[in-house]
């Protein structure tokens, strides 16, 4: 099968490797789209993601695709099923597994990080992360599912309520997809902080949201929200997040950052607005929820999901050949 191997770092090769074996309890899927996100870029350059990926590795964690094969102990799915594939796997006995923390796991892997990934013609994993999709959700949208999957795990981490203004800052990916998820989850106003005039708009347009700000530009308002969501993970805009805070308010520190990154705030201000701050860590427990958002119509991606690459363009999308992207995905098979 064709796989595109990170080979050290910042290369990549194009080699033949043989279908992978499955284990009793492991399903082998023909590999449809792979996601390409932040993290592969953190793992392309030496950085660790979720775990540290060592060479050789075949990257990819947001997956989607159709089972060739089962292992003898699957029972969940069946060859011919199209899926999506969770790519965080826990021990299940570590003191965070034991505690209803399995993001925190002391034992993570990750397919497409520490185990081979969807950037090859064929993946394997364990029946306990793989999921049937429904039959409205596009093998190419589902591709997605991974990163709503976290965005999930991040609001499940606060308490929403519909009287709240939200703000998230940040018109990425993930900033653009919190921005639909905070509303399907009931919260009345969300807006949206970025630096790109036509993706604020679109989401205005698009999704709901009802004030943008560019921040290039003009200033987000101070002490305005009872939730706001970083998702950019620079010193300046974690900075802008606490600053925009009101009395009670909550925020939510989900981008991430380099690894020696500081921002300062005021401590007073912690203590007299008694403000909660929460950071947020992949997505535990939460993946059915992101096909159900898909399933359900509450989230859209499509008109989130720019290019569409094939396996050779991907390094240079990594290396920044490629401009203009909202979100890429693979196409790795048919």
Not at 111 to 121: C, K, N, P
Not at 307 to 328: C, M, P, T
Request: glycine share 8%.
């Amino acid at each position: 099968m064709k796989a595109l191997v990170l080979t050290g770092v910042k290369q990549f090769e194009i080699q033949d490797l043989p279908t992978p074996e499955i284990k009793p309890d492991e399903v082998l899927v023909n590999t449809a789209y792979a996601g390409v996100c932040g993290t592969d870029h953190d793992l392309y350059a030496g950085r660790p993601g979720s775990a540290a990926a060592v060479p050789p590795i075949v990257l990819g964690h947001e997956n989607s695709g159709v089972v060739a094969a089962v292992g003898a102990a699957v029972t969940n799915v069946k060859p011919g099923d199209r899926v999506a594939v969770d790519p965080n796997i826990y021990c299940g006995q570590c003191d965070y597994c034991l505690t209803q923390r399995p993001e925190l796991c002391d034992h993570l892997s990750a397919v497409g990080v520490t185990r081979d990934g969807g950037l090859a013609e064929q993946f394997t994993a364990p029946a306990s992360v793989v999921y049937k999709l429904p039959d409205n959700v596009s093998l190419k949208d589902a591709a997605a599912i991974e990163p709503i999957s976290c965005a999930a795990h991040g609001v499940d981490l606060l308490k929403l309520r519909p009287y709240q203004k939200a703000l998230v800052i940040g018109d990425g990916f993930m900033g653009q997809l919190f921005a639909q998820i905070v509303q399907a989850y009931g919260v009345h106003q969300v807006d949206l902080a970025g630096i790109f005039d036509e993706k604020l708009k679109r989401n205005q347009e698009l999704f709901g949201v009802k004030n943008v700000y560019n921040t290039t530009r003009e200033s987000i308002p101070a002490e305005s929200y009872d939730v706001i969501i970083e998702a950019v993970g620079l010193p300046s805009t974690q900075a802008q997040a606490v600053a925009a805070a009101r009395k009670g308010a909550q925020v939510l520190m989900f981008g991430v950052g380099p690894q020696e990154a500081h921002f300062e705030m005021n401590t007073y201000d912690i203590y007299k607005k008694q403000l909660t701050i929460q950071g947020s860590f992949i997505n535990p427990l939460t993946f059915k929820d992101a096909i159900s958002l898909l399933e359900s119509g509450k989230m859209n991606v499509a008109p989130l999901i720019s290019h569409e690459l094939g396996l050779e363009e991907v390094q240079d999308f990594l290396d920044g050949r490629i401009k203009g992207v909202s979100k890429a995905v693979v196409k790795v098979g048919a």
